[in-house]
């Protein structure tokens, strides 16, 4: 298996522009979750989906904060607009139940200037 | 506000002795522990979990619970330089939202050669 997949690897872009992350879970996982890494708050969780359905968006910091997932295999966390704040690691994981080992991917590095 | 306080080190041991790494919990409900090891530039990876009272041994790791103390902890034994990276607790939410991690900051553990 090829495990969690993101993309980009890294991202930079101006203030104000829209930035698009982008995971594959593994095959067969009901289970994604967004997290961000700083140094400052360590690792948080944004969003979680169960079955594609969004279950609990509670950590989604503001509204230029959007997640979707469309189908099984894929989701997508948007930022509109970005902000130098929001520059992190952005990780995506996924898990074959709600209480089972959660499987991250590489992560995004995003640096907004 | 559901906590997980890790001392964030470093944590500094020579090679072959052992790494003792502590993380306590503000919630009572919460069932279950993790332990992941996160190298610098990567992502976090599960190395250990827990959710009885009492140790639960998996090679050179051992990680005990004591849930009356709200407190969990990873022992290393004969460390290794390659064990030198971030350590993060993670507890779950435990009652309705046990599918939530909360994560610690993380205790950096440095293994001398």
New interface residues.
């Given amino acids: 298996d090829a495990g969690v997949i993101q993309s980009p690897r890294h991202e930079v872009t101006e203030m104000g522009q829209e930035v698009t992350l982008r995971c594959k879970p593994i095959s067969g996982h009901d289970?994604l979750?967004w997290y961000r890494q700083t140094m400052m708050?360590?690792?948080?969780?944004l969003i979680?989906f169960?079955n594609n359905v969004p279950?609990?968006d509670s950590g989604m910091p503001e509204d230029r904060f959007s997640a979707k997932m469309p189908n099984a295999s894929f989701s997508t966390l948007k930022i509109q607009p970005s902000e130098p704040r929001d520059s992190a690691v952005y990780?995506c994981a996924s898990s074959l139940s709600?209480?089972y080992?959660?499987?991250?991917?590489?992560?995004t590095r995003l640096t907004v200037t | 506000q559901k906590e997980v306080e890790q001392n964030s080190g470093p944590l500094s041991v020579p090679e072959g002795a052992i790494a003792s790494l502590n993380c306590t919990y503000s919630d009572r409900g919460s069932q279950s522990f993790f332990w992941y090891r996160q190298y610098s530039g990567k992502s976090p990876e599960l190395i250990m979990f827990i959710y009885s009272n009492g140790d639960k041994e998996d090679g050179r790791f051992t990680a005990q619970l004591n849930k009356a103390s709200q407190y969990v902890s990873l022992l290393i034994r004969d460390s290794q330089p390659s064990d030198s990276a971030t350590y993060l607790c993670a507890v779950n939410g435990g009652g309705g939202s046990n599918y939530k991690l909360t994560f610690g900051k993380g205790t950096l553990l440095t293994v001398n050669p």
């Fill in positions: 289970y979750f708050r360590g690792l948080e969780l979680y169960n279950i609990d990780f709600a209480v080992e959660q499987y991250f991917g590489p992560g």
